[in-house]
């Protein structure tokens, strides 16, 4: 389709709106990619006034933690090849070898082995060829770029920053199955029944989302810290103290997260024509299995764009985890708090910076793939209602 | 669907949150008029260092917690009335500033101060946010096709980043020696502190905020633009609308609904602040009111949390949360019933 000629913008016009389209792009990427480039060096280049130093590193190449060209040429051909496998042969191998109802179970394997084959390759293999071809190239063997992946190694290994990641793992991964389960079976009720009844719950649940976490955690925390006490009449000696735990976290997130879930679930569900349980109905399905056998599969891209919400709800919740969960099962994103608060000398700086690129890496992938998804998620609440 | 079925199908839903948030909602009303606290007592201890001659005795009066036969603090709780609301208002402090006439005064009350803070924050940023959605939406719209994706993607990271993690990000490029700081004293030849100005930081808040909102606005919008009717716009031109006036009168007005809702969905979220006290670490300087809640409920140097104090501000918040929905509800309340 070519635009008509009256639409056409004059040269100065688009020459303004590529220029203000380029300092968008900037302004956006920067402060994330600028934080990505310090994570990778030594304290005195990272908090260097000079850009250029930040970017090459010359401290950190003193130390002896620099990169040749040659070094970079081989990294850039292995990311390259890395993702061309993972966008092309990838998919092809884990269609193949997962059987068909197991479709998820098998990308998530896949996803993972080639994760660990990727870090082998990169980290294990990588420097043992390199570094016999670098003592031969001379000048292309000589480092020119200060680059230390030792901020990483300090977090994840001394400071046991994997743990905090299984902990955001078990939240999230609980907040998006239960909220998802629940959520389905509402919002198909919802969005099927024109009741007044169902007007009012959506009503409710529109104030409900406004509500600030920070009220409702001021209701729980008194009952969560007391609860052993409260339950005590109908638990008996077990019951349990409900402050600390991953489960009660996983509760009250899904519950925070549902009025938004069923709400973007209904106006997915009103997408698909109620003509279609109508058939199933007649042929003799109740109305569950109508739900489930003939609706749910036609649901996955909404069922997907709003689980990918309640996975940012969760993995993204400052306030909530870093009240109720105490500091042997904190997430990420409370620990990180952490780390700025007792920031002494400028490792730990550098070490909070290094953690935080290592919160927002699992984001960055999480957008590229499902970028087609946000969007429509963001946009289904807003352009029909 | 018949009401049985329908029950069925919602009854999850609606307990999980009856339990998770209108339970926890009149718990919080009702503690916000009592006071749970430590029974103490006051005990003479009289303490003997040896000495020459005769001992060095001291006494003195310690107060220290009641312990019941398992060794667990005794508690009581009391009805103080309004007592928690007059102490977060800070009542006795703001009489007196206007009794000395002192209006300025009113702001070092934490409950004002987050107040004042948390709604030029929402005022100031709601037009920018909108104003930055709008003028991104509508470049991406005239860029080249092949563009629209990579765009998209890079627009979409401010917004998906963790919202303390993004404040982190740019609290690095400009506390202390940040580059964009560096940049600025070597540009104005001027020495500047940001991590103590309370205005730059109040100014950096305003920042983060719309840089992490603004793509939110542009999507929507973008989708928005998508859907603008070809037709009407050639008939302006035909007309001999110019570009401004095309924008003025047919592409606004058309996005108008979802002007609307995106300015909502703002003043209810950026009313909300909080992450940005964390990641600025600003509470020495600027504070909001979910914070001050959040702040409350922290424990204090002795392990006490006000919960009493917590919820009377949490209810005070709420207020405001009201004020705000009313315009939406009675919005939704019409389209529900120009419906059916």
Redesign the interface.
Known sequence: MST?R??R?PLG??LA??G??AF??L???F??L??AV?SFKSPVDA?S???WE?ITGPQTRADGAGLSLLDIGLGAVMLWLSARIAMRSLPRIVAQLTPPGLLVVGWLVGAVLFAVGFLVAFFGLLPLVVAPLEAVTGPLGRPVLGLTTEHYVAVWVDNAFYRNFINSMIVTAGVVTISL???T??G???A????A???W?L?I???????????????????FINSAQILEPILGENAPTLYGQPLAVI??L???N??FT?WMLRSFFQNIPAELDEAARVDGCT?FQA?RWIIMPVMWPGVITTGLFSF?LA??D??VTS?LLDAQNQTM?PA??GY??RETTTTDQVE??AA?VS??AP??L???IF?RQ??SG??AG??K? | ?K?R??AA??A???V??L???A??????FL?SFRI?QPVVEQVEVETCTAGFLEQTCTTEIKTQPVLDAAGNQVTTTEWVGWLSYERVLGLAAMGEALAEGAWAGILNIDFWKALRFTLTFTLITLPLVIG?GL??A???N??ARSLK?P????????F???????A???R??FY????VT??LEQWLATDISVAANGWAIEILMMFYRV?HVA??AF??FY??LQ?VNQDT??SA?IDGAN?WERLKYVIVPHLMP?II??ALIHL?DA??A??EV?GF?SQAYRIT??WL??DL??PDDAGN?A?SR??AS??L??VG?VI??IP??RR??R??HGK?
Do not use: C, K
């Open positions: 008509p009256a639409m913008m016009l688009r709106s590529s203000f389209l968008w792009l302004l956006a990427a402060p994330i600028w934080i310090m908090f006034a000079n850009p930040v389960t629940v959520g079976l509402a198909y009720a919802l099927r029944s024109g009741s009844l169902a007007f719950i009503i649940a529109l104030v409900f989302r406004a509500l600030p976490h920070s009220v409702l955690v001021a209701g729980y925390l008194p009952v509760a009250v899904v519950s925070i549902q009025p069923i109305h739900f940012l993995y993204n400052f306030l009240l994103v990180i708090a700025f608060n909070a910076v935080a919160i927002t984001l960055f999480l957008v590229m970028q946000i969007v963001l946009t807003a352009v209602g | 669907m009401f079925t329908f199908f919602v999850p839903s609606i999980m949150m339990i998770f948030i339970f926890p909602l009149v718990t919080v503690n749970t930055l003028a991104i509508i470049a991406v005239n860029a994706g765009v998209i993607f890079v627009s979409l990271l401010p998906i980043i963790t919202p303390v993690i993004g982190l990000s740019i690095w490029l202390g020696d940040g580059i560096a940049l840089w793509p939110f999507v929507i989708a928005g859907t716009l050639e031109i570009r979802l809702f995106v209810m009313y909300r909080f992450e964390v670490s009111l979910q809640t959040y409920l922290t949390r919960i917590a919820s949490a209810m918040t709420m949360i705000l929905l939406l509800l939704t309340w389209d529900h059916s």
